[in-house]
């Protein structure tokens, strides 16, 4: 019988995905790999229940499958110190960009639902260009 995962459980195996560097990434090879977090050997299954491993799986395996260049180590501790806080900063900045972005999506919701537009109303996709056709 598979175990269920808590909350936590599920963040440290997303941070096992996120730091994989064992070439392949397979759904064994994590079930083997989570055992000590976990305390017990998941299952495919169990792993698989879970929106946020299945996303990182799933970008994780995009990503080797793409031939990265290999990123050439920082000369000192101080130039990785700055390279690192830049990007501390730059995922703060993306954090807030986001959070702006759901409060503004909250409020064309809100606006739709006064309005009385419905979901499907919404989704319409755009239309198709037609780039055959000549201006005449």
Partial sequence: MAKHLSKSDV?????????????????????????????????????????????????????LKIAEPLIAKPSSLTVAATRIRNLENKIVDLQLQNTALLEYLTLLQYNAYKRGLTEGELTIPLPKIDRERTAE
């Avoid at 090879?29 to 000590?36: K, L, N, Y």
């Avoid at 792993?47 to 995009?62: F, P, Q």
């Fill in 11 to 63: 963040v440290a195996i997303v941070n096992v995905i996120y730091g994989w560097e064992g070439g392949q990434i397979t759904w064994e090879g994590i079930c083997d790999a989570v055992v000590d977090i976990v305390r017990k050997r998941p299952t495919r299954q169990s792993l698989n229940c879970h929106k946020e491993i299945v996303s990182a799986y799933t970008a994780k395996k995009s990503k």
